[in-house]
């Protein structure tokens, strides 16, 4: 789900059938403005470990989160 300016509502509905058991990540970014930023997207993805590929959740950033045009 992407969104500026995620609400908490926002994120439980993109984590709505995710697993409790799913690890969370925080795609860094860099904010000249301030040192907090808003959360744009929550995102199903994995991450590779010994060879293999786990599930995870990936947070990011309006720094590091690409809108489309008509998003």
């Known amino acids: 789900m992407k ?3 995620m609400r ?4 439980k509905e993109a984590l709505n059938n995710i697993p409790d ?3 969370i990540f925080i795609a860094n ?3 000249i403005c301030g040192n907090i930023s ?3 997207e929550a995102r199903e993805d994995t991450y590779g ?4 590929s786990l599930p995870c959740i ?5 720094e590091n989160t ?3 045009v008509g998003e």
């Open 29 to 31: 970014s860099v904010n």
């Open 49 to 52: 470990s010994f060879g293999g």
């Open 3 to 5: 969104k500026y300016g």
């Open 21 to 23: 058991d799913t690890e």
């Open 58 to 62: 990936i947070l990011g950033s309006a």
């Open 38 to 40: 808003a959360l744009c």
């Open 66 to 68: 690409r809108f489309e």
């Open 8 to 11: 908490v509502k926002d994120l």
